[in-house]
């Protein structure tokens, strides 16, 4: 069983940028998908980004390509979302997840139904 723990979520200005860490313990990382998703009030949990295993391979949601980014450290069993030109729509909770699908191509581990761990989440608040 691997935990998850985010960090890194705050307040900040439309335009700002924050970095956000997802740490593990209990198994390595690199056995598993890894992916952010994020959810608003009153709103489904959305897909922002996935980084396959090697960190050699990345899938971002469309509203976020071109000013988020997901990268992985095997050595610091982390993985971060860096997220640039931030907008009031990008407010929400932020969730670090882990997949073990071997089998799902990356572009199609999109739905909260295929990861199967998962952390507590961390705010992320842009002011306009």
């Known amino acids: 069983q691997v935990q998850l723990v985010e960090s890194g979520g705050g307040l900040v200005q439309a335009g700002g940028s924050l970095r956000l860490s997802c740490a593990a313990s209990?198994?390595?990382?690199?056995?598993?998908?890894m992916a952010w998703f994020r959810q608003a009030p009153g709103k489904e949990r959305e897909f922002v980004a996935a980084?396959?295993?090697?960190?050699?391979?990345?899938n971002l949601g469309d509203s976020v390509v071109g000013r988020f980014t997901i990268s992985r450290d095997k050595a610091k069993n982390r993985v971060w979302l860096q997220m640039s030109n931030l907008k009031p729509e990008d407010t929400a909770a932020y969730f670090c997840?882990?997949?073990?699908?071997?089998?799902?191509?990356?572009?199609?581990?999109?739905?909260?139904?295929?990861?199967?761990?998962w952390g507590q989440g961390t705010q992320v608040t842009v002011s306009s």
């Open positions: 997840a882990a997949a073990l699908s071997w089998t799902i191509p990356l572009p199609l581990l999109t739905t909260t139904d295929e990861y199967e761990h």
């Open positions: 209990g198994r390595p990382l690199s056995n598993y998908v």
């Open positions: 980084i396959d295993r090697r960190g050699g391979g990345t």
